[in-house]
Antibody, heavy 119, light 110 residues
Framework: EVQLVESGGDLVQVGGSLRLSCAAS????????MSWVRQAPGKGLEWVSV???????SYIDSVKGRFIISRDKSKNTLFLEMHSLRADDTAIYYC?????????????WGQGTTVTVSS | QSALTQPASVSGSPGQSITISCTGT?????????VSWYQHHPGKAPKLMIY???NRPSGVSDRFSGSKSGNTASLTISGLQTEDEADFYC???????????FGGGTKLTV
């Protein structure tokens, strides 16, 4: 079965760090374009980061220099390292696969993991 | 990065048809056939309903259809059912952006 399972969300203080994990089954994370998308409380969806099959990465401006997206082929897992966390990073974070290879058709999603940043 | 523009809410009765619009620019919707639509029930994972403007993934009901005219994309749902009630988001590729762009979301009430 093709699926994604996220973990790692937690309550953390402003300035803290967290690492989110997204374990894949049924396909390889390194062979696909993979995204992290978040939804802040009461807000819409927001693209956070993308990693492509060639290893290149992209980030939304507000997390550049603070977040790092990576993949582990042996564990078939996608990660999002989050540093210098701010209150406005509070959100449900979803990982997803882009079946359209850069055309942003995300066909497989995880169930989401909640990050709460408090002061 | 400014979002694509969607109506905040739309409503319809069971059996009716509704259309949700998504307006962008020539740098995104108008310039490329890379528009996707997502259904999001609160507390659940978003679900891909349409990709590349008018393609349905396997398993998505043919009551859902997508189209585009100029800088505006549309999602049409025919034969509305109560379980269609959800938030809907459009998304698009945007020139010179390295990430996709979402619309602000539309709450569908059935």
């Amino acid at each position: 079965e093709v699926q994604l399972v996220e973990s790692g969300g937690d309550l953390v203080q402003v300035g803290g760090s967290l690492r989110l994990s997204c374990a894949a089954s049924g396909f390889g994370v390194t062979n696909n374009y993979m995204s992290w998308v978040r939804q802040a409380p009461g807000k819409g969806l927001e693209w956070v980061s993308v990693t492509r099959s060639d290893g290149s990465t992209s980030y939304i401006d507000s997390v550049k220099g603070r977040f790092i997206i990576s993949r582990d082929k042996s564990k078939n897992t996608l990660f999002l390292e989050m540093h210098s966390l701010r209150a406005d990073d509070t959100a449900i974070y979803y990982c997803a696969r882009d079946k359209t290879i850069g055309r942003y058709g995300l066909d497989v999603w995880g169930q989401g993991t909640t990050v709460t940043v408090s002061s | 990065q400014s979002a694509l523009t969607q109506p905040a809410s739309v409503s319809g009765s069971p059996g009716q048809s509704i259309t949700i619009s998504c307006t962008g620019t020539s740098s995104d919707i108008g310039g490329y056939n890379y528009v996707s639509w997502y259904q999001h029930h609160p507390g659940k994972a978003p679900k891909l309903m349409i990709y590349d403007v008018n393609n349905r993934p396997s398993g998505v009901s043919d009551r859902f259809s997508g189209s585009k005219s100029g800088n505006t994309a549309s999602l049409t749902i025919s034969g509305l059912q109560t379980e269609d009630e959800a938030d809907f988001y459009c998304a698009s590729y945007r020139r010179n952006n390295t990430l996709g762009i979402f619309g602000g979301g539309t709450k569908l009430t059935v």
